[in-house]
């Protein structure tokens, strides 16, 4: 059974950092892209970040692209996302999925994690 | 604004059918893969389908999903209060370079 279990988020101050981690298991994690997606309150999803399954490639959301990092590794089947310069926009729930948005979706879904930005 | 559009809401009874419209671009639906995703609240998203008209393994026929040039539907059919949930369409923009969703249409089964 597929399952990802992200931790690190909490409350930061704007100008802070966090970093997210997604735990995963159940499947080949170094075979797949993987992605991460949030959701702000009353808002609806929003993509954020891919990476392919060898970290060659790295694609990012037009909001967070020079301020957020994500990065896996393969050997610990983890998922990561370095959060910097976080705005009160950021305020979201994290989630981390397997897969990519086009091709065969975003298969399997982590519960999230609360990233929450105030002052 | 998102790139995607869908309609904020729909309705119908238990047992009926209805569609939910995601319409974009040459950019993003009109030359790649379209996925739904159904979220219940309080829980995660969940794929329905994937590659405009496929669905994942343990997902009921009652979904389908078709697409026609920059417009995509996902049909619901013998609708159950246990489909009330908001849903999303999402594609890969290939001149944004980024993943899309739509807004999301809150679902309602009266």
Redesign the interface.
């Known amino acids: 059974e597929v399952q990802l279990v992200e931790s690190g988020g909490g409350l930061v101050q704007p100008g802070g950092s966090l970093r997210l981690s997604c735990a995963a298991s159940g499947f080949t994690f170094s075979s797949y892209a993987m992605?991460w997606?949030r959701?702000a309150p009353g808002k609806?999803?929003?993509?954020v970040s891919?990476i392919s399954d060898n970290s060659d490639s790295t694609?990012?959301?037009?909001s967070v692209r020079g301020r957020f990092t994500i990065s896996r590794d393969n050997s610990k089947n983890t998922l990561y996302l370095q959060m910097n310069a976080l705005r009160v926009e950021d305020t979201a729930l994290y989630?981390c999925?397997k897969g990519?948005?086009?091709?065969?979706?975003?298969?399997?879904?982590?519960?999230?994690t609360l990233v929450t930005v105030s002052s | 604004q998102s790139v995607l559009t869908q309609p904020p809401s729909v309705s119908a009874a238990p047992g009926q059918k209805v569609t939910i419209s995601c319409s974009g671009s040459s950019s993003n639906i009109g030359n790649n893969h379209l996925s739904w995703y159904q979220q219940v609240p309080g829980t995660a998203p969940k794929l329905l389908i994937y590659e405009d008209d496929k669905r994942p393994s343990g997902i009921p026929d009652r979904f389908s999903g078709s697409k026609s040039g920059t417009s995509a539907t996902l049909g619901i059919t013998g609708l159950q209060t246990g489909d009330e949930a908001d849903y999303y369409c999402g594609a890969w923009d290939g001149s944004l370079n980024t993943g899309v969703f739509g807004g999301g249409t809150s679902l309602t089964v009266l």
């Open positions: 992605t997606v959701r609806g999803l929003d993509w891919s694609y990012y959301a037009d989630y999925a990519k948005i086009f091709d065969s979706g975003l298969g399997s879904w982590g519960q999230g």
